[in-house]
């Protein structure tokens, strides 16, 4: 009987998805965001914009506009994003593609969130269900905060042409992505003593009823008017609530969206999510992340939420999980939620969820379908003790295969070109203590982080890649002596 086993990757009981780069914070790698977290994201969330009949597009607002006085984030002409470089006479060579392929590479998702000019023609949006409709099953977040005032998109329509526009940019798009689902994020319920009803309700309730994914935006705590003033007492510019009320109003506004769709359930989640540390201090900030998670996990009522996504992992401010260092973009200055943040998405609650699903033999072969939907292997392993070295090296013709790898808690990506993946940080914070069985888990997202038409059905949902042949995986317990 073969050792090797078939194992499926589904959805975690609460996804956890992170936000990487947005007008307050560069993009960062996903080998970094790997080797320092421990394991992917169920997706990653990409901020753009998209104003492509503006004369100053496709130039970054603050670049096109920077002798412009600015008194607030969204003062700018068009929001402060990274500009969106593909439609009508763009490029998938630039952002956000690359960083798009980057993500489904190592095995996540991809969560694009777009503002756009409700007053695109057609043809506009055709062209984004074109580009992509290549990228798996990615979620789009149409307009987000579409009940705020703040975000260009809100001041050149009214709030009714900007949820007629959601329906409509919807509709059009998954024309040529039905691969894509969207995201509508408007205020939810705000202030319950209104009769539990949502901001806006007259205007959104149609686009409500027609996404796919309900969502929120939920700051227990936040400063608004960074990077122009400091949080501090007397100040206007800031908020804070209690994490109890955050979660309760959550709450309240996947209820009434149920309610407004005739009980039809539909994924809720929490597109941003975060305390601002530049209110609360470093150490509060990790309490109330940790405060709100333990919520989810110990509420009898389970089921009525579907996940998060934290904002962000390294901000130029004081929401991420890195502050950006002052004297260089390229370095993060890890804070305290950092720790509380690994704990709480290596919880079981937050994993996903993985099921074996009978013997396999090489050649094998792997499905791609996304982070919760994934046919890998697991190979079983047996140590004597804390290991001194651990690696896993592909014969030639299993060389550039795209893998990603899971071994005692801890995930590894193999890209293409490496021959050698070296296991042992899985062992430096989880050392043995003893004897222990486990298993080498393997899955193979797209090399290219897109899926090929290839002709078949299901090639914008799942990609397939064959390991023909055991790997060496050598397992050593003592320094080699002469």
């Known amino acids: 009987m073969s050792e090797i086993k078939k194992i499926h990757m589904g959805p975690a009981k609460c996804a956890v998805d992170l936000g990487d780069g947005s007008e307050r914070g560069e993009y960062v790698n996903q080998d970094y965001i790997l ?48 500009t ?11 952002e956000p593609f690359t960083c798009m392929r980057d993500v489904r590479r190592h095995g996540q998702d991809v969560i694009l969130t777009m503002t756009i000019d409700p007053n695109v023609t057609d043809e506009h949006l055709e062209q984004i269900g074109k580009e992509l409709s290549t990228f798996g099953r990615m979620q789009l977040r149409i307009n987000h905060e579409a009940t705020g005032n703040w975000f260009s998109f809100t001041k050149r329509a009214t709030y009714q042409q900007v949820a007629d526009f959601y329906i409509h940019a919807r509709e059009v798009i998954k ?28 205007e959104f309730a149609d686009a409500v009823r027609a996404t796919d ?117 390229d370095c993060g200055i ?75 808690g801890k995930w590894f990506y193999k890209a293409p070109h490496a021959k050698t993946i070296d296991f042992m940080s899985a062992f430096f914070e989880k050392p043995l203590d003893g004897e222990a069985d486990m298993t080498l888990k393997i899955f193979a997202p797209p090399a290219s982080g897109e899926n090929v038409n290839d002709g078949s059905e299901d090639w914008m949902l799942n990609t397939y890649s064959t390991i023909t042949k055991m790997p060496n995986i050598r397992i050593r317990f003592a320094p080699i002596l002469k």
Not at 41 to 64: F, G, I, K
Not at 178 to 201: R, S, Y
Not at 361 to 389: C, M, Y
Request: charged residues 30%.
């Open 84 to 94: 969106y470089k593909g439609g009508i006479g763009g490029t998938t060579d630039d």
């Open 175 to 202: 024309k040529f992505a039905p691969n894509v689902q969207t995201i509508l994020c408007i205020g939810g319920v705000e202030n319950p003593e209104k009769g539990g009803e949502i901001e806006m309700e007259k």
């Open 35 to 82: 080797n320092k977290l421990g394991r992917p994201h169920r997706a990653v969330s990409l901020m753009y914009c998209y104003y492509p009949l503006d004369e100053t597009w496709p130039a970054r607002a603050r670049n096109a506009f920077k002798d412009k006085e600015i008194a607030f984030q969204w003062d700018y002409p068009y929001d402060d994003y990274f």
């Open 213 to 329: 994914i309900w969502s929120v935006d939920k700051y227990m705590a936040l400063h608004w008017g960074w990077p122009f003033d400091v949080a501090d007492e007397g100040g206007n510019s800031f908020s804070r609530s209690k994490v109890a009320d955050t979660y309760n109003l959550t709450k309240l506004s996947e209820k009434r969206y149920r309610e407004l769709c005739g009980g039809e359930k539909k994924p809720m989640v929490m597109s941003e999510f975060n305390a601002d540390g530049d209110v609360t201090g470093p150490y509060e900030q990790a309490e109330m992340v940790k405060e709100f998670c333990d919520m989810l996990k110990n509420d009898k009522d389970q089921g009525w939420f579907n996940g998060f996504t934290f904002y962000q992992f390294r901000d130029r401010g004081r929401l991420g999980l890195e502050i950006e260092d002052p004297n260089n973009a």
């Open 334 to 408: 890890e804070q305290p939620v950092m720790q509380t943040y690994k704990e709480i998405i290596h919880d079981e609650y937050f994993y996903p969820e993985m099921k074996s699903e009978g013997d396999a033999q090489f050649p094998v072969k792997l499905r791609w379908g996304g982070s919760e939907d994934a046919e890998g292997i697991e190979i079983p392993l047996h140590f004597e003790k804390n290991p001194t070295f651990c690696e896993i090296t592909f014969e030639d013709e299993d060389a550039d295969l795209n893998l990603m790898m899971e071994i005692n």
